[in-house]
């Protein structure tokens, strides 16, 4: 068994009271997973730009760790831990953070350590997520959902094995069969973090 690695440096400056990103920026927020399981709580994340690693971004920890950033290519290196030492680095690179017309600023990547996983993040076109049911069925069949849908600030994720996917749409007040709406053959790319809108009147 390979010996703990201690942790001698430091990740992150200390978290600070939430402050609108300068105009332009972005507030990009981080979550981890190993596999289906989610630890980005014992995760610590570096994010540099592609290309100039001695460029480092403090960020933030807590429930949703997240970073201001200018847009553009980012690396990120994430260390998995265990009573203060790593046992997993994974690096996700040239991931790509702008300020899309959809996101509001506010843009989210997940990590994976274990691999040909990506995910799929789901937000509401109008108003909020909390209103829909939603549930991810490999494409072509839709006897058993894929995953358990995770919940974030304002939207829902599905964290999943990279592959095709037909996503059902309820509203949470009448889920029934008539109220069911598909998004059809939806790509989930390894080792990437894909968003897409609900549209449902």
């Known amino acids: ?25 972005v507030t990009a927020e981080f979550r981890v997973f190993a596999g289906h399981e989610e630890i980005t709580a ?27 950033l200018a847009p553009g290519i980012y690396d990120v290196q994430a260390f998995r831990m265990r009573q203060d030492a790593v046992v997993g680095i994974r690096w996700a690179e040239r991931l790509v953070v702008m300020q899309y017309p959809d996101e509001g600023g506010r843009h989210l990547e997940v990590i994976n350590f274990e691999p040909n996983f990506g995910a799929l993040q789901l937000r509401a076109a109008h108003g909020e997520m909390r209103a829909y049911e939603v549930a991810a069925f490999p494409a072509g069949d839709r006897t058993t959902p894929s995953a358990s849908p995770v919940r974030g600030s304002d939207y829902v ?42 549209d449902v009147p």
């Not at 068994?1 to 920026?25: H, I, N």
């Open 1 to 25: 068994m390979r010996a703990l690695v201690p942790l001698v440096f430091l990740f992150a400056a200390p978290a600070r009271a939430q402050v609108p990103p300068p105009a332009g920026d």
């Open 42 to 68: 014992t995760t610590r994340l570096r994010v540099m730009p592609t290309g100039k690693r001695e460029r480092v971004t403090a960020v933030a920890q807590g429930p949703h760790p997240s970073a201001t």
């Open 157 to 198: 994720l599905f964290v999943l094995p990279a592959g095709q996917y037909d996503i059902r749409v309820r509203h949470a007040a009448a889920p029934d069969a008539e109220d069911t709406h598909w998004l059809l053959d939806v790509e989930v790319p390894a080792d990437r973090t894909r968003m897409k809108q609900i």
